[in-house]
């Protein structure tokens, strides 16, 4: 790897090159990260068109569970692509769809039978579980909660609550939508108990005052939350939605498109509470790199569209299922959930680590290897700190570390690196930004060395 010292190179001249043919062919809303352009990528590494390698933390937003090209997954796709790239299960049927189909049927929690139906987004994923659960319970209302995230598409969206980055200007979005408080424990003063019992009591105050269980369709909730900050919902709490929504015949859906496939320890976020939900969305790291989504649960549920109802003409593309099938098989047989447990534990205990000695740093959170840390002002304020979070993706960058922010206020840096990460690579990527919250922390020693000065 090229040492930081480099780093008055990055970007050097053919990614500089790029970023301008972006900047004149690509439309501005497209967001992007540091100027990185891939020549390719193995593993939890990446090099950019002019030789230099990063390590990689965001996983291609939680994507890459098994890492960049697996090559037993690359293996499966080339082994597709040359019996056929496509034929669109909706007209000609073709057997990877009906062995993915039964794969995420036997993971998915659940008791009862389940089905499964494959897209190519999570944004699909989310709106097909909405058709379905309207369509069986003959009802209109959705609930989701504050911070969430579900996609881009305008029911998605309208489900999405991070409004001016993703909503503003867009409307009108779908109707029918309420949103509830997310248990969010940091800065309330509450206990995890209390937090849970307070945001549930919410909830219900929601439903029953401005809805009414009768009229609502489905509760849809992130039990990690992702865009939204790593907020993961106490235990209590989904056991009491789960709870209120088996006795008033409302449809829980569980968006696991982030926390899935193992990134929170187990194989699903849901199975940490001890529930099932009636619907998971689910896509990002089935695919190991490819565009595939699902949505499984309960069969009753499922049926309820008629025929032709459901569908999509890439939906459960078949290379997009080859590379899925492969990578359960990796996951399985590897124990991802276990390495995910593994991982996550060291990188929460340098977080915390850097909680004590940097003031900067404030609440650490997550589950398994779905874990961040809220950059905040310091000096004994815990006001959120965007502009010292951006500082950090930048001096990541420079020193061969790729990040990804997230949350409201765009101040929490989190860990998604590919859960198939050496040790080696995990250490020298927390050394890069242990190295870069260091720089973040002495630019808010400076400004706040310089108010005093001038006051």
Same mark, same amino acid.
């Given at each position: 790897?090229?040492?930081?010292?480099?780093?008055?190179? =990055?970007?050097?001249?053919?990614?500089?090159?790029?970023?301008?043919?972006?900047?004149?062919?690509?439309?501005?809303?497209?967001?992007?990260?540091?100027?990185?352009?891939?020549?390719?990528?193995?593993?939890?590494?990446?090099?950019?068109?002019?030789?230099?390698?990063f390590i990689d933390f965001a996983g291609g937003i939680g994507t890459l569970n098994v890492g960049h090209a697996h090559p037993e997954v690359v293996a499966a796709v080339q082994?597709?692509?040359?019996?056929?790239l496509h034929t669109c299960f909706n007209i000609v049927m073709y057997p990877e769809y009906i062995?993915?189909?039964?794969?995420?049927?036997?993971?998915?929690?659940?008791?009862?039978?389940?089905?499964?139906? =494959?897209?190519?987004?999570?944004?699909?994923a989310v709106e097909n579980a909405v058709k379905v659960a309207r369509r069986a319970t003959g009802r209109q209302a959705v609930v989701a909660f504050e911070n969430a995230f579900h996609g881009r598409t305008y029911m998605a969206l309208s489900l999405t609550a991070k409004a001016p980055a993703y909503k503003s200007g867009f409307g009108p979005f779908a109707p029918e939508v309420y949103r509830a408080p997310f248990p969010v424990g940091y800065r309330s003063g509450l206990s995890e108990a209390e937090c849970a019992e307070a945001a549930f009591k919410?909830?219900?105050? =929601?439903?029953?005052?401005?809805?009414?269980?009768?009229?609502?369709?489905?509760?849809?909730?992130?039990?990690?939350?992702?865009?939204?900050?790593?907020?993961?919902?106490?235990?209590?709490?989904?056991?009491?939605?789960?709870?209120?929504?088996?006795?008033? !015949?409302?449809?829980?859906?569980?968006?696991?498109?982030?926390?899935?496939?193992?990134?929170?320890?187990?194989?699903?976020?849901?199975?940490?509470?001890?529930?099932?939900?009636?619907?998971?969305?689910?896509?990002?790291?089935? !695919?190991?790199?490819?565009?595939?989504?699902?949505?499984?649960g309960r069969a009753d549920l499922m049926d309820a569209p008629g025929v032709g109802g459901l569908g999509g003409t890439y939906g459960g593309n078949p290379l997009a299922c080859a590379a899925a099938l492969a990578t359960i098989g990796v996951m399985?047989?590897?124990?991802?959930?276990?390495?995910?447990?593994?991982?996550?534990?060291?990188?929460?205990?340098?977080?915390?680590?850097w909680a004590d000695r940097f003031g900067i740093v404030g609440d650490v959170r997550g589950l398994g290897a779905m874990v961040a840390f809220e950059v905040?002002?310091?000096?004994?304020?815990?006001?959120?700190?965007?502009?010292?979070?951006?500082?950090?993706?930048?001096?990541?960058?420079?020193?061969?570390?790729?990040?990804?922010?997230?949350?409201?206020?765009?101040?929490?840096i989190r860990f998604l690196a590919p859960l198939s990460i050496t040790d080696e690579e995990l250490a020298r990527g927390l050394e890069i930004l242990e190295g870069a919250v260091a720089d973040a922390q002495r630019q808010a020693d400076g400004k706040v060395a310089a108010g005093a000065r001038s006051a």
């Open positions: 790897m090229k040492d930081a010292v480099q780093s008055p190179q =990055l970007p050097g001249p053919q990614c500089r090159d790029y970023q301008a043919r972006r900047n004149a062919a690509v439309a501005l809303g497209v967001a992007n990260g540091p100027p990185v352009f891939a020549a390719r990528a193995a593993g939890a590494t990446l090099t950019d068109l002019d030789g230099n390698t082994a597709q692509a040359e019996r056929y062995e993915l189909a039964e794969a995420l049927v036997a993971l998915v929690p659940g008791a009862w039978p389940k089905k499964a139906m =494959l897209q190519t987004t999570g944004a699909e919410a909830f219900r105050r =929601l439903v029953e005052t401005e809805i009414t269980p009768e009229q609502v369709a489905a509760v849809i909730i992130e039990p990690i939350q992702g865009e939204g900050g790593f907020h993961a919902a106490p235990p209590a709490f989904l056991q009491a939605l789960r709870a209120y929504c088996t006795q008033h !015949g409302i449809v829980l859906i569980a968006d696991e498109i982030q926390s899935g496939f193992c990134r929170s320890g187990e194989w699903f976020a849901t199975q940490h509470a001890g529930i099932e939900a009636d619907l998971y969305t689910l896509a990002k790291s089935m !695919g190991g790199g490819l565009p595939i989504a699902a949505l499984v399985r047989r590897e124990d991802y959930a276990a390495r995910a447990r593994d991982v996550g534990a060291r990188v929460r205990e340098r977080f915390a680590a905040v002002r310091g000096g004994g304020s815990d006001e959120p700190a965007g502009d010292l979070a951006a500082r950090i993706v930048q001096s990541a960058y420079q020193g061969g570390l790729v990040l990804v922010k997230a949350g409201f206020h765009g101040n929490v």
